[in-house]
Structure formats: C-alpha cells, structure tokens
C-alpha cells in the first residue's frame, strides 16, 4: 500500500508577531523580522540579516546608534579620566513597514569639581560628588533598502524608561 501524501507545511506568517498580547498593540522586541530581513537591537548597533535564504544567512548591514553623547559632542569622545562612565543599551526596536524604531537608555555620571580645582591625586573619585543623567533615546530608520538602512530621526528625553509600547502607526 503507498504511503499517504505529507501534508503541506503551514505558511509562514509575514512579519513577526511575536508579544503582541492585545491587538493592534506592539510591545518592544530585541529581534524583529519581515519574512525576508531580520532586524536585531544589542551592543548599541542594529545588524540587519537577510534572511531569505535560511542556507546563507548574512549580515547585510550593521547601523551604529549613538549614544545622547556621542549626538552632542560628535567630535570629541568620553573623557577617559578614571572618573565618569557612559553607557548606551538598546531596549527594544519596532518595525513598522520600511520604518525600524530603536528605544535605548543611556547614562552618564561624572564628578563635580569646584571651578578653581582639580581632582586630588591622594583622594579616590569617591569622595567627589557626581552628577548623574539618564536619557531616554527613540531613534527612527528608514529600512526600506535594508541593505543601506539610514538613521532618520533621533529624539532624547531626560528620564528613565519603564516600558514601551507602539500602538497603531
């Protein structure tokens, strides 16, 4: 008797619809897909995959997303001085038809010296006081051509982010 026929594998669904828990609402992921390109946030860089052949996947595009600093003082890098510290995470990205939204927190924290001195040698940074930032940074690019993705927009607010959601467009 020949054997029976396999049935057919499901099509796969277009685009990534993963944490989506109330319709029409977006939660933030770390990875998001179209069904031919996937889009991953870490590390402060967004690496675009073409993914439309799952025998070659590669790595088409990595976009670098400046930190709130690095926006504001393009010429100048971070004082390595032993005594502030920045950093920069992704949070989650949104993908929107050709439009990829990036959330990142940022931090900054450096000491305050008075005006007419500078750190003393014989005390830690410890003893001086420090002023700390956190920003909250929403950066828009254009994906349209994945292979030569473009920041956009770039928007920061001072404050902390507790969460994020896309609702509608």
Do not use: H, M
């Not at 049935?7 to 828990?21: C, K, L, R, S």
Request: glycine share 8%; aromatic share 10%.
């Amino acid at each position: 008797e020949p054997e029976p026929e396999p049935e057919p594998a499901p099509e796969a669904p277009e685009g990534d619809t993963t944490n989506t828990q109330i319709e029409g609402v977006d939660e933030a992921d770390l990875i998001e897909t179209d069904g031919e390109f996937l889009y991953q946030g870490a590390d402060g860089t967004v690496s675009i995959v073409n993914v439309g052949d799952a025998s070659n996947l590669e790595i088409i595009q990595k976009v670098p997303i400046p930190t709130p600093w690095e926006l504001s003082n393009p010429d100048s890098e971070f004082p390595d001085d032993g005594f502030g510290s920045v950093w920069s995470e992704i949070e989650g990205i949104y993908l929107q038809g050709d439009r990829l939204t990036v959330v990142s927190t940022s931090y900054f924290d450096f000491p305050v010296f008075p005006l007419e001195s500078e750190p003393l040698a014989e005390f830690d940074s410890f003893y001086y006081p420090y002023e700390y930032q956190s920003q909250v940074q929403v950066t828009v690019l254009d994906v349209a051509q994945p292979d030569a993705a473009t920041v956009l927009e770039t928007t920061v607010l001072d404050g902390n982010l507790l969460s994020s959601r896309a609702i509608g467009n």
